[in-house]
């Protein structure tokens, strides 16, 4: 019980050599490419699952945004594996590391953004201002509007962070006090074991959506900008 209760998102490091960008690179190996005509069930169901993501991503979107499909389906790809294997015991998950989502965020939204000014300068720019605005206020909004605009992707980076974090410290605790409570009384120990399944599958999940979230609201950033 004397393990720092923040050791598990220490970027891990063997011999002096971070290992942080071999793990980031691990989850695209478990994505195969097959050149067979009739495909195994594995392949055909990672095919099922992006035409399904694909469709949810870029149903709304024109063929501006549309170019953007293979950019969202890797990064849900990559998010989602990443979380996943972040919950297998003794790994590392990036993820809870804030400056590598905020390092996937800022250049995802400022490319939005830019393709916005670039491909329709004058919605981009009345988005800074609502229409019909008494002209006393037009200081205040076009400050509160534009900090709005700037706080898309901290928002986008920390709530990836704090759920991912968040979870794995409740494992952590639950089973820390599954452990201690094995001593003391069985009955506890069980329910707290009980609990830490139940939350583990609900771990599971939030990966998923979280995945899922964090590639939505990037798809939504690009049909407002497109």
């Given at each position: 019980?004397?393990?720092?209760?923040?050791?598990?998102?220490?970027?891990?490091?063997?011999?002096?050599?971070?290992?942080?960008?071999?793990?980031?690179?691990?989850?695209s190996?478990?994505?195969?490419t097959?050149?067979?005509?009739?495909?195994?069930?594995?392949?055909?169901?990672?095919?099922?699952m992006?035409?399904?993501?694909?469709?949810?991503?870029?149903?709304?979107?024109?063929?501006?945004?549309?170019?953007?499909?293979?950019?969202?389906?890797?990064?849900?790809?990559?998010?989602?594996?990443?979380?996943?294997?972040?919950?297998?015991?003794?790994?590392?998950?990036?993820?809870t590391?804030?400056s590598?989502?905020?390092?996937?965020?800022?250049?995802?939204?400022?490319?939005?953004?830019?393709?916005?000014?670039?491909?329709?300068?004058?919605?981009?720019?009345?988005?800074?201002?609502?229409?019909?605005?008494?002209?006393?206020?037009?200081?205040?909004?076009?400050?509160?509007?534009?900090i709005?605009?700037?706080?898309?992707?901290?928002?986008?980076?920390?709530?990836l962070?704090?759920?991912?974090?968040?979870?794995?410290?409740?494992i952590?605790?639950?089973?820390?006090?599954?452990?201690?409570?094995?001593?003391?009384?069985?009955?506890?120990?069980?329910?707290?074991?009980?609990?830490?399944?139940?939350?583990?599958?609900l771990?599971?999940?939030?990966?998923?959506?979280?995945?899922?979230?964090?590639?939505?609201?990037?798809?939504l950033?690009?049909?407002?900008?497109?």
């Amino acid at each position: 019980m004397n393990e720092n209760l923040f050791a598990s998102f220490i970027a891990p490091v063997m011999l002096g050599i971070p290992l942080a960008t071999f793990i980031i690179i691990f989850p695209s190996l478990l994505f195969p490419t097959s050149n067979r005509l009739i495909n195994n069930r594995f392949i055909s169901l990672q095919q099922w699952m992006l035409q399904l993501v694909s469709k949810q991503m870029l149903g709304n979107h024109n063929a501006k945004g549309q170019t953007w499909a293979l950019m969202l389906i890797a990064l849900i790809m990559f998010i989602g594996s990443t979380n996943l294997l972040g919950l297998l015991p003794h790994s590392f998950t990036p993820t809870t590391q804030l400056s590598m989502n905020l390092g996937m965020a800022i250049p995802l939204w400022a490319g939005t953004v830019i393709m916005g000014f670039r491909n329709k300068t004058k919605a981009s720019l009345a988005h800074f201002l609502p229409q019909g605005t008494p002209t006393p206020l037009i200081p205040m909004l076009i400050i509160i509007e534009t900090i709005s605009l700037f706080i898309q992707p901290v928002a986008l980076a920390v709530r990836l962070t704090a759920n991912i974090t968040a979870g794995h410290l409740l494992i952590h605790l639950i089973g820390g006090a599954t452990l201690t409570l094995m001593s003391i009384s069985t009955t506890m120990a069980l329910i707290t074991f009980i609990i830490l399944v139940l939350l583990t599958i609900l771990e599971f999940a939030v990966a998923m959506i979280q995945a899922y979230v964090f590639t939505l609201l990037v798809s939504l950033y690009l049909h407002d900008n497109t």
